[in-house]
C-alpha cells in the first residue's frame, strides 16, 4: 500500500475504523434493531469504502436490498423531518421500506403526503407504486387541472380522468372511471370524473417521441478524468495542492469544490490502473527528452501514488522549488513526487475544415 502524497487531504473523509465497521457488520448480522437501523448501517460501510458485494458476504443482505433499506431509511428520515402523524412513522419504523423506496421519486413535502395516505388507505405495494408515479407526473404540470387538487388522491384521480378520455374501450374506460372516483379527494375532482359516465368522447393521446438513448460500448469510451495541476513551471506545492479524486460509478463521474481545471484522458490500461492520476501541461521542447517535430503542448499524466524509483521510468521531483521531469540512471538523493505514466500528445488534424464536411465524413 502507498502512501498518501504530503498535503493531499484523506481520500475517504467518511472512512470507518476497523472497530466501528465491525459493529455495523455485527449488527446487521444478526439483524438488530429496524430495518432503518439496517439501512443506515448499511450506508455508514458504503460510504466508508465496502462495496455491496462485501457487505452482502459480510452480513448475507443481497445487494438488491441494501439498496432498499438504504434508500428507504433515506426517504424515512425526510418524511419524519418534514412532519407525519405518530401512526404513520410507527407504521413505517416497523415495516414498509419496499414502499418507501417507491417515494424516492418525490420531494420531500409530497412524501410525507403521500406516507400518510398510504397508511390511511392501507395501500399495498402495486398501489403505493402507481400513486408516486401519478404524483410524480402531476408535479410536472405548470398549473393545476381544472376541478383537481394537489391532494394525493386527486392526483390519481386526475392520472385515471386522463386515461379515461383516452381509451374507446367501454370496459377499460369504465374501469378507470372506478378508479378515479375511488381515490378523488375533492367533489370537484369527483364530478369531473362522473361527467365521463355521459361524455364519451375520445381524446387519443399523441405518442411520445424516442428518446435518443446510446450505450457505451467499450471501456475506453469511457474517458477518466484527471484533476490538471497547472502548466510548466510549477512547485511541489501545486502537485501536492491537487485533491485526490473519486470516480462514482456508473459514469466516472467526479464532484470539486472550489477552483479546479479537469481534463478527459482515453481508459487505457495504464490509466486505469493509476491510483492517484494528475494531469500537468507542458510543452514537447521542454521534456527530459525533447519530441521531434514542432513544438507543441503536451499532458503529462503523473501517478502521485508511484514514487519509489526504478531505471526504466520518468519522475517528476523537487528541483530547487520548482518541479522537474527526470530520468535517473541510478538510486537518486531527491525525494521522487510521482511517475509518468505517459506524455499525450493532441489529436493532429491534417485538414480541419475537411473534417467539418459531415457527407465527406459519411464517405
Known amino acids: 500500500m502507498t502512501e498518501t502524497p504530503q498535503g493531499t487531504p484523506n481520500p475517504n473523509p467518511n472512512a470507518l475504523s476497523e ?7 455485527r449488527s446487521l448480522r ?3 434493531g429496524s430495518w432503518v437501523d439496517w439501512g443506515k448501517a448499511c450506508h455508514q460501510l458504503a460510504r466508508s469504502g465496502y462495496n455491496s458485494q462485501n457487505i452482502f458476504e459480510e452480513t448475507g443482505f443481497e445487494p438488491v436490498h441494501q439498496n432498499q433499506v438504504i434508500v428507504g431509511s433515506q426517504v424515512y428520515d425526510s418524511i419524519v423531518t418534514v412532519g407525519v402523524s405518530d401512526h404513520t412513522r410507527s407504521h413505517f419504523a416497523r415495516k414498509g421500506s419496499d414502499i418507501l423506496y417507491e417515494l424516492r421519486i418525490l420531494t420531500q413535502e409530497e412524501r410525507a403526503a403521500a406516507a400518510e395516505f398510504i397508511v390511511q388507505r392501507n395501500l399495498d405495494f402495486d398501489e403505493s407504486h402507481e400513486l408516486a408515479k401519478a404524483m410524480k407526473d402531476f408535479s410536472r404540470l405548470s398549473k393545476l387541472p381544472e376541478g383537481f387538487s394537489s391532494h394525493p388522491g386527486d392526483a390519481v384521480a386526475y392520472q385515471s380522468w386522463k386515461l379515461a378520455r383516452q381509451k374507446s374501450d367501454m370496459q377499460e374506460r369504465s374501469r378507470l372511471i372506478a378508479r378515479g372516483l375511488s381515490f378523488a379527494h375533492t367533489p370537484s375532482a369527483r364530478q369531473k370524473i362522473e361527467q365521463l359516465l355521459t361524455d364519451f368522447t375520445v381524446t387519443p393521446s399523441k405518442p411520445a417521441p424516442i428518446l435518443p438513448v446510446y450505450r457505451i460500448e467499450s471501456a475506453e469510451q469511457l474517458p477518466r478524468i484527471l484533476p490538471v495541476v497547472g502548466e510548466m513551471p510549477l512547485t511541489p506545492a501545486d502537485l501536492q495542492a491537487v485533491p ?18 479537469w481534463v478527459p ?13 494528475v494531469a500537468i501541461l507542458c510543452h514537447s521542447d521542454r521534456l527530459a527528452q525533447p519530441l521531434t517535430g514542432k513544438p507543441e503542448s503536451v499532458l503529462l499524466v503523473v501517478d502521485r501514488s508511484m514514487r519509489v524509483w526504478d531505471e ?6 523537487d528541483r530547487n522549488g520548482t518541479l522537474d521531469m527526470q530520468w535517473f540512471e541510478s ?4 525525494r521522487l513526487l510521482g511517475k509518468i505514466l505517459l506524455v499525450l500528445r493532441p489529436k493532429k488534424i491534417l485538414d480541419e475544415e475537411y473534417g467539418k464536411e459531415v457527407w465527406q465524413i459519411d464517405e
Open 312 to 317: 526504466n521510468s520518468y519522475f517528476i521531483c
Open 244 to 261: 485526490l479524486v473519486e470516480e462514482e460509478e456508473p459514469f466516472g463521474m467526479v464532484k470539486a469544490s472550489g477552483n479546479a481545471a
Open 331 to 334: 538510486q537518486p538523493d531527491t
Open 30 to 32: 444478526r439483524k438488530e
Open 265 to 277: 484522458i482515453p481508459s487505457w490500461q495504464v490509466v486505469l490502473q493509476a491510483e492517484d492520476p
Open 19 to 25: 472497530q466501528e465497521a465491525e459493529k455495523l457488520v
